[in-house]
């Protein structure tokens, strides 16, 4: 009972500090990983093998808020690297290889014009960090209004946005004219903290061009800053398919070479889930 009322004092003394004038920072993070050997386990394919896998994802901001303009940052980064050495196999990679690359960065800077409406400005850059770096990356630079209906949540619209695409492949991969929505909430309760962002691009030029990406984040501190988190991520991007078909394809006996008109753009999806520290 004491334990809860000094939570309490404490939640609303952050409340109170959080409504103060000036650059707010704050960030939780995910880390899991785990460790494996075996020898002459007989009933695998792999009889003699170490494994492991190590991943981690940063969610932090940087919001400044005052009477007539505000001012948010955020950075997502979430990274996972695996290995699997096959000791009875000389040739085989026995390096950790990344498996999971996501590096997504904005800011949205706003001139309010009412309580909850503002004209803004929005950068948003996305890519890969470990895995061929800006082949693709994401440039978003546009204009427009953005909606705070509640202080932890913003809604980002521009029907004048201009979305710069980065590759070595400039047939598929092209840069547009479009219109961009983003949606971000993020909101900390005791020891839960929870972020979900969704960012659409609508291309006026081709829907070829469009995509969509919604991020979420979840942990929940168990100890100290110690925790549990979860990741999770969809998104939509028909060049992204597109790039990843042909490189698969094979001409010889392969069928119709892959393009706009016949891809699979299947939803792209990842999760992670491990321990978590809240700084």
Do not use: C
């Not at 940063?58 to 400044?64: C, G, I, L």
């Not at 094979?250 to 321990?275: A, C, K, S």
């Amino acid at each position: 009972a004491e334990v809860d009322k000094f939570q309490g004092e404490a939640d609303a003394l952050q409340g109170q500090i959080d409504a103060l004038p000036g650059w707010h920072f704050g960030a939780f993070g995910t880390v899991g990983g785990s460790l494996s050997e075996f020898s002459n386990w007989y009933s695998q394919g792999t009889p003699n093998n170490s494994a492991g896998s190590i991943g981690f994802t940063v969610n932090a901001f940087a919001n400044k808020i005052e009477d007539k303009y505000f001012w948010r940052s955020a950075l997502t980064l979430n990274l996972n690297w695996v290995k699997l050495d096959d000791k009875d196999s000389p040739d085989d990679d026995d390096s950790f290889q990344p498996t999971t690359d996501v590096f997504n960065i904005s800011s949205l800077y706003g001139y309010k014009l009412s309580d909850k409406w503002a004209a803004s400005g929005f950068m948003e850059y996305r890519t890969t960090l470990l895995d061929n770096f800006n082949d693709p990356g994401y440039l978003d630079v546009g204009f427009g209004v953005t909606w705070t209906p509640v202080p932890d949540l913003f809604v980002v619209i521009h029907p004048l946005n201009y979305n710069f695409v980065f590759s070595d492949n400039d047939i598929i991969f092209e840069s547009s004219l479009g219109a961009k929505i983003v949606a971000d909430y993020t909101k900390q309760i005791g020891a839960i903290n929870f972020k979900t962002n969704l960012s659409v691009f609508q291309s006026y030029e081709s829907s070829d061009l469009s995509n969509w990406t919604w991020t979420n984040s979840f942990s929940y501190t168990l100890w100290e800053m110690i925790g549990v988190g979860f990741d999770f991520g969809l998104r939509s991007n028909k060049q992204e398919a597109l790039n990843y078909a042909l490189g698969q394809f094979e001409p010889i006996g392969g069928g119709d070479t892959p393009d706009f008109n016949n891809v699979d753009n299947d939803l792209q999806t990842y999760y992670t889930l491990g321990l978590s520290y809240n700084f």
